[in-house]
């Protein structure tokens, strides 16, 4: 299907990118555009206007932050995934990050690209949930830190909005006594995650606190499994069964949303039985 008409302007700065957004209700931004082209083939989205920001060397850095990291929202996914500063202070945001699609896509998608596009099957999403992270969004009144945990609000759809952009992302340091995992199921290598998740926990007395679980494609948005926190923080034989208690999972050709809760018990298990193999 080809495209409708729109217009293309490459943004040069960050001011210029905000300033092109403001011109037009329904302008959007191409970064790596793997998330954005699908839907102007299909015509799902009908912009009269494109914005290139694909050429902002300024938002594409991953920064010491003091007792978190910065990681600029044009990053690419290869970038944050072999990070020698995520490696060492947050690798299961490089590990995460190492695991979406493939090469190619590695080397075109963007984080922001990928958080701004709010897809609930997307990786970065729940690790970032998990991680209790925060978002920067610009606009022409400024810029907002918005938590992750209040970012994303349905499918396809964030607290970001329309004519404002994503600039950073952040991410609190691990320790030593941090344990975490990232497990996903998917049909094959290249497909979104059936069902995802991420753990992170802090080591304490023999078992762990401060548990957090976050769930791929178990809802209109990233989930927490707070039942499975409960039971893994407790130090229950099975926190994977307690895993989709609270979610609404989809039904669609990747599975059935009974069969996605079943996924979910299991690979909260797999990925608690990963994390703590780091301890």
Known sequence: MIPAPFDYEVAESLGHALSLLGEREDAKLLAGGHSLLPLLRLRVTRPSLL??????EELSYVRDAG???AI????????VATSPLLQ????????AAGLIGDPQVRHRGTIGGSLAH???????????LALEGGVDVAGAAGVREVAAADFFRGVFD????PQEMVTEVRVPKLTSEHVWSYVKFRRRAQDWATVGVAAVARRSNGGVADPA???VSMGA???RAPAAEAAWAAGHTDPGATADEGTEPPSDTNGSAEYRRHLARVLVRRALEKAESRG
């Open 221 to 223: 948005t990233p989930l």
């Open 88 to 95: 060492e202070h947050n690798p299961l945001v490089s590990y």
């Open 67 to 69: 007792d978190s990291i």
């Open 118 to 128: 709010g897809d609930p099957a997307s990786d970065l999403p729940a690790v970032l």
């Open 158 to 161: 964030t607290a970001a909005e």
């Open 72 to 79: 600029g929202a044009l990053t690419r996914h290869h970038n």
């Open 51 to 56: 914005i290139d920001i694909g050429r902002l």
């Open 213 to 215: 679980i976050a769930l």
